[in-house]
């Protein structure tokens, strides 16, 4: 029985949501295992669109158990309010949704130690969506935080909290700031979140590992992407969680030995948010297209993406870190209306052709992409649900990209919907998933 791994082979937003969804039907978990509500999956699904920002896509398949690991960082605030969302449209969370008691708490003052961080002079500023999730890692790395299990202790809770923001006050007050946040507000409105979660909340992981010996299937949903991750992405521009499939065991505390595979989401171009170098990035009138034509806005924070040419040598690299088995290449549809379509196929700097990922952001913020041109197909791909279907063009497309990364494309996405997908017969994929 496979348990696989799915997670963005690029700088996230590559369309994890919409195949999380697809594919839940065929497990019984689905689980994520980093991040927090920095991050959204858009799910369209007929005529209703669903943002989830914590909890695991597969919430939206009826029966299936959703778990969230000790790997996040979790507002409880949003949390409910997340699950309030869900309920209002129709989608029962009771008895389905499973919450480490091991996940860490977010606090009202982690935003306000970001916005200090971010906004400080000499600071080279990250981009983040200052919704606290870096502060509450750096106290959890710093042994100061404060997890699930604290939260539902209603004696040692207040304390805990008290001299958390206790901490980040003096922070506050080193830069100038003097904060309004009410310490006793906070811990009545979390202490009344936390009876509210009390029956959501368990020891995930040994769930999780009793369904492994059960027979049961388990899908591990990754957010943001590999390029994010805190040790192999684009450092400092990064999230400040394990974004890359090693994240899976240690974030849901499942054995990497019970893993059966690994999927790496791409989509046919590139883009990413915040700061950062982004080789391939299109800052004309093609990159604006993609941008309108993809929708290219973030799913929690509307912030328009920057859009670029599917980069090979990037692609490359996380599938080294990964260990991708397929790849699943979203919004062909995007590229419909192009009569060419560059693909970055090596990187150079200062003239010299490089074989490897530079370390730096400096280094990568010098790269001189090399491109091959793709004719275009220009006619509709939407909606096309089998291979042979698709235009002479973009076969030809899809082939070069699985040639150039090594990695077989597994399945196409050619619109947001859950029948506007391609399942590549005899691929890896379709084992993986069947």
Known sequence: MSNIIILGAQWGDEGKGKLVDLLSHQFDYVVRYQGGHNAGHTIIIGEKKFVVRLIPSGILQPNKKAVIGNGLVIDPIALLEEADQLMAAGIDVAGRLFISNRAQVLLPSHRVVEKISEARKGKTPIGTTSRGIGPCYEDKAGRRGIRMADLLDREAFPALAEALIEDQRIKARAYGVEDAIDTAAIVALYQTAAEKLRPFVCDTAKLLNAAVAKGEKLLFEGAQGTMLDLDHGTYPFVTSSSASAGGACTGAGVPPTKISGVIGISKTYTTRVGGGPFPTEALDAAGELIRKRGNEFGAVTGRPRRCGWFDVPLLRYTAAINGFDSMVVTK???????????????????????????????????????????????????????????????????????????????????????????????????????
Do not use: H
């Open 332 to 434: 062909l549809d995007v590229l419909d209306e192009l009569a060419e379509i560059p693909v970055c196929t090596g990187y150079r700097i200062d003239g010299v052709l490089i074989d490897e990922m530079p370390a730096t952001f400096r280094e990568l913020a010098k790269v001189e992409p090399v491109y091959t041109v793709m004719p275009g197909w220009q006619t509709s791909t939407r909606g096309i649900s089998e291979w042979s279907k698709l235009p002479p063009a973009a076969l030809r497309y899809l082939a070069f990209l699985e040639e150039q990364t090594a990695v077989e494309v597994g399945c196409v996405s050619t619109g947001p919907e859950r029948n506007e997908t391609i399942r590549r017969a005899g691929s890896r994929f379709l084992q993986l998933t069947s």
